[in-house]
Structures are given as C-alpha cells and as structure tokens.
C-alpha cells in the first residue's frame, strides 16, 4: 500500500498505485474520479458548485465542476494520460438540508451531478460507476491499483464501486 493522497473541498490532485486518493465529507459536493486503467494513474476532483460562469468570483477554478474537470484533465495529460483512455466514477451530490424557498442552494446536489454528467460527455468520457443523490455524506477514496472506489457513510456499510 502506498500513500493516502487527499483531496480538500474545493479542489483536485493525481495519483498513480500504489497511491490513493481521498477527499472527506462529499455532502452536496461532488467527487469525481478520472481513471486509466492501463497506466493506473487518476485524479479526482471535490467540487462544491457546478458552474463557474454563474458566480462573479470564480477563481478558484476546482471549486466548480466545469473549470475543475477542465484543469484535472490537463493535469493528466501531461502526466501523458490520453483523454480516450479515461473512464470516471461519481459520488455525491446529496440534499442534505430540506428548503421550502427555491434558494440558489436548494438542489445543488443534484446540479452538481448533473454538471458532472453533462461535462463528463462533453469530453467523451463514460462515467462507469456512481453513488449520488440520496441524503448523506460521504467519504470516498480510489485505489487506482484495482479501479475500486470505496464509499463510506456514517451508519452504513462500507461499499465499493
């Protein structure tokens, strides 16, 4: 086993096995896995809004699914991964708290998956395994040594997809 590599909110780093990588409490977040399974090297991403475009203070590019994937995938590339060879797994995107207003926050869980969906086509890359929505947070961390990527939730077992 190698090193634990994290990941904090609002941001993105690589790793190759026998590393993994971990980011703590996705609760309307989302993490995203960028893997290749030839050279056993990934990068995740801990966003926390699913677009920069919509906010005037944007620059904290990982902080939002759009620029975030577009700056894991260029960390990739020059790693010398190959944008066709990559697949992605997803994780969270909960509602944790009930509003009964429409508030920008409202639902964000649900907008951040479905950015992370609709950049992810964008770039060609199928997503091959995900664990969103419901009404928890998660700790998530890849073994890019075997392509699991555990799921960890208070009060449930502990899965892997």
Not at 3 to 26: E, Q
Request: net charge positive.
């Amino acid at each position: 086993m190698g090193k634990r590599i994290r990941v904090g909110m609002a941001d993105l780093n690589i790793c190759s096995a026998p590393d993994s990588i971990i980011t703590l409490g996705l609760g309307s977040c989302v993490g995203i896995i960028l893997y290749d399974r030839v050279s056993k090297k990934c990068g995740m991403l801990h966003a926390m809004l699913p677009d920069s475009t919509k906010i005037r203070n944007n620059g904290l590019r990982a902080k939002f699914v759009d620029t975030g994937l577009e700056d894991l995938l260029a960390m990739l590339e020059k790693e010398g991964v190959r944008r066709s060879s990559l697949v992605a797994k997803v994780a969270g995107g909960a509602t944790m708290f009930n509003f009964s207003s429409s508030s920008e926050i409202s639902g964000i869980g649900d907008r951040n998956v479905d950015a992370a969906r609709e950049c992810l086509k964008k770039y060609n890359i199928s997503i091959i395994a995900e664990d969103t929505g419901k009404d928890y947070g998660r700790t998530v961390e890849f073994y890019p040594e075997t392509g699991k990527f555990e799921i960890r939730a208070v009060g449930r077992d502990v899965t892997f997809i």
